[in-house]
């Protein structure tokens, strides 16, 4: 893959985890089966909430459409992944490379959006109990999830135009198991300056503000469960909240760790290992922490499964 005029470069070589040897196809196998139970886990939260008439509350369709987005995060890297390490390194096409990266962000970014509409969603249903039905409508939930998907595409969409004005005529492997911004800046021969700075420009939307509203949601929530009387009411409250805040603490605790904290040559290997939070653990966790800690989406399964609900 010698230069040819501008662009030599027509596909990078993805490393994945070195030195794996036979290891390798256990990590394989123990990939795949958190890929297959991520993906029913999810699957079942979508098809419970567009056929259960338990679940019709406004939660669970938030619930519906992160299920769905964490669907469309792990597909668009596993799948790949997998090949990378059974290969022990495998190539992918710069276009290739640069669609798997705008479909992680895209997702990434809707995710961090429906996340923040949630946080908002139980800010009403604890603080504002009276008013949230009135406020909380169908139309404003659809319009909430319609603007959490579109804004995500605007925003990755800007990135996306810039990335693939880039020109990669240099080295082409990638230390990673999949294609992310910075190892594509780094290997990229052309002026990266304008893609730099757009995403510091939309980290203020895609992360900052995102993280704020969750956090303001979160202190008047707290605020407002202190000031109850009773014990059970207090336990009540939290429980509606506990399952979210859970899922908000996994994602943006490892998304913080990777993107934030710095990273030397010598914790490339932790970067990848927290990579795979975010990436196949934190999807897993989320039908999972929903499902262990909601007695509604039980009830819903079991009538599903059973006809009537068990007790």
């Given at each position: 893959m010698t230069a040819n005029n501008e662009?030599?470069?027509v596909e990078f070589f993805l490393l994945g985890f070195r030195n794996?040897?036979?290891?390798?196809?256990?990590?394989?196998?123990?990939?795949?089966?958190?890929?297959?139970?991520m993906l029913v886990g999810n699957l079942l939260i979508v098809t419970l909430v567009s056929f259960s008439g338990l679940l019709r509350s406004p939660m669970y369709f938030f619930l519906s459409h992160l299920s769905f987005c964490d669907i469309l995060f792990t597909t668009d890297v596993l799948p790949n992944m997998l090949k990378v390490i059974i290969q022990e390194g495998s190539t992918l096409s710069v276009a290739g490379c640069i669609a798997q990266y705008h479909v992680f962000g895209f997702s990434a970014t809707t995710e961090s959006f429906l996340l923040t509409v949630m946080a908002y969603d139980r800010y009403l249903a604890i603080c504002n109990p009276l008013r949230y039905t009135a406020v909380m409508t169908l139309?404003?939930?659809?319009?909430?999830v319609a603007s959490s998907w579109f804004l995500s595409l605007v925003v990755t969409l800007t990135s996306l135009l810039l990335i693939c004005r880039l020109q990669f005529c240099g080295p082409n492997v990638i230390d990673h198991f999949f294609c992310d911004v910075a190892p594509l800046l780094e290997l990229s021969c052309s002026d990266t300056s304008l893609v730099r700075?757009?995403?510091?420009?939309?980290?203020?939307?895609?992360?900052?503000?995102?993280?704020l509203v969750i956090m303001g949601s979160y202190i008047s929530i707290f605020m407002n469960i202190i000031r109850i009387s009773s014990t059970s009411g207090r336990q009540k409250a939290f429980s509606t909240c506990s399952s979210h805040l859970t899922v908000v603490s996994l994602y943006y605790g490892t998304l913080f760790v990777?993107?934030?904290?710095?990273?030397?040559?010598s914790s490339l290997n932790l970067n990848k290992i927290l990579s795979l939070l975010y990436t196949v653990v934190t999807p897993l966790f989320n039908p999972i922490v929903y499902s262990?800690?909601?007695?509604?989406?039980?009830?819903?399964?079991?009538?599903q499964l059973f006809g009537r609900q068990r007790y």
């Open positions: 662009t030599a470069v794996l040897h036979a290891f390798r196809f256990v990590l394989v196998t123990i990939l795949l089966l958190v890929y297959l139970v139309s404003l939930q659809v319009l909430l700075i757009e995403i510091y420009v939309s980290s203020v939307p895609i992360v900052l503000f995102p993280f990777v993107y934030v904290v710095p990273t030397s040559i262990l800690r909601n007695q509604e989406i039980k009830n819903a399964l079991e009538i």
